[in-house]
């Protein structure tokens, strides 16, 4: 199932989506500001496209989750799904707070390492995992590793004698529930590659007790992403919940269970489920079952402190359209091209703000059609060089960055309070050869 094209009759107004984001405000004359921070300023010293992150935002997401388990009485251990930003300033605000790491590649294993997380506190997912990964995985001896097929449990059996060390491992299970989001990004259904065929985890993980090298912890879940109801979770949590319960029954140990990540956030102001609500399905599953409960949120926790500033290179008029052609692209932000997903523009300029609204369609300079950002968006009049805000990008936005277009990669900017600072530079056009050859 494809999400369709919005209704734009539905859209949130721009006032509407400044209300529901706490972190921004109009100021009459500074414009749009980022916890007190003016995002003006940022876009004259460093230029456009350039991505924003509020700490304070992160911060307070990742509080505001915890408190909810905590107030739920749930023994809880987040882990930060680094995926959606591995920011060595976001990795290490997580960090920080003590939280812990969900990796999917040997790169995101290195890169949690280098910032400092204790291994212990490291979860490795996928469904592909290189022979070389595991075996990093392993020398670091970190805390778990989520197991999606009974070839890989082979596989991490044989490398875990040869090395001489114990595997932590949960079973990833495919619970064969459709989490109801974009087709893309849904992956509990039996037909999708990833976890372990219900019918089959029970005699897998009895095997995996059996093995050399092996020490099953629990199991774990992820029913897909940008989850917008709990009803799937209740119904995956359910059957986790059953098969620890058959597991403990055939006297094996289940300590853990790793619900995965997924929650999503109203990019159009629209309902989504609250960590309260997220807590109560975890408890309603597990309550009386005594495990360690493991989440692996990415999105909730840092897409929502996260803009992307663009400014307008022209604006193109043509029967019946009005194009806003931006300076940021599909290759900076591709959600919008890859999932049709809904993000909000805002203008910068509390004065563009405040001017009446028409339909445009909002695009960057890429050679596809794809190239869009939003079609029938009611904005006001953006004059060349207005500059715009486009929001919730903090999570799948750099990260899915590309140079498509020979376009370097935009500089990244860290607000601290009423301070900012550059985290990362913007990519110099040399970067696009530097590592290019010749043939011989
Ligand atoms: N755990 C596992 C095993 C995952 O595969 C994912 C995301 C997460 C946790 C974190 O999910 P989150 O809480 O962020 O929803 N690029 C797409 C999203 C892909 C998600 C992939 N897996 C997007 O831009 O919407």
Redo the contacts with the bound molecule.
Sequence with gaps: MLAAIPDPAADPSLRDLIAARPNLKYDAMAGLLLDGVPLAGIADAVGTPTWVYSAAAMRGRYRHLTGAMTDAGIDLHVHY?V??NDGRAVLDLFNRQGAGA?V?SGGELRKVLNAGFPASRIVY??VGKAEAELRLALEHDIGQI?IESAEELAMIAGLATTLGRQARIAL?VNPDIDAGG?D??T?GRATDK?GIAYSDAAMLYAHAATLPGITPVGLAT?I????LTLAPYRAAFRRLADLVVTLRGRGLPVETVDC?????IPYRNEPAPSPTGLAGTIKAAFHNLDVRVVI?????LVGPAGVLLASVVLVKQAPGMRFIVLDAAMNDLV?PA??D?WHGIVPISAIDAAQPTQPATVVGPVCESGDTFARSRQLPPLARNARVAILDAG??GVV?SSTYNARPLAAEVWVEGDRWSVIRDRQPVEALWAREHLPA
């Design positions: 799904a995926k959606a969900d999917v997912s996928g989520n990833r974009n893309k990004i992956t990833f992820h897909g992403s940008q989850v995965g990540g997924g929650l999503g692996e949120p990415g999105r909730w959600r890859m999932y997903a999570a799948y899915m």
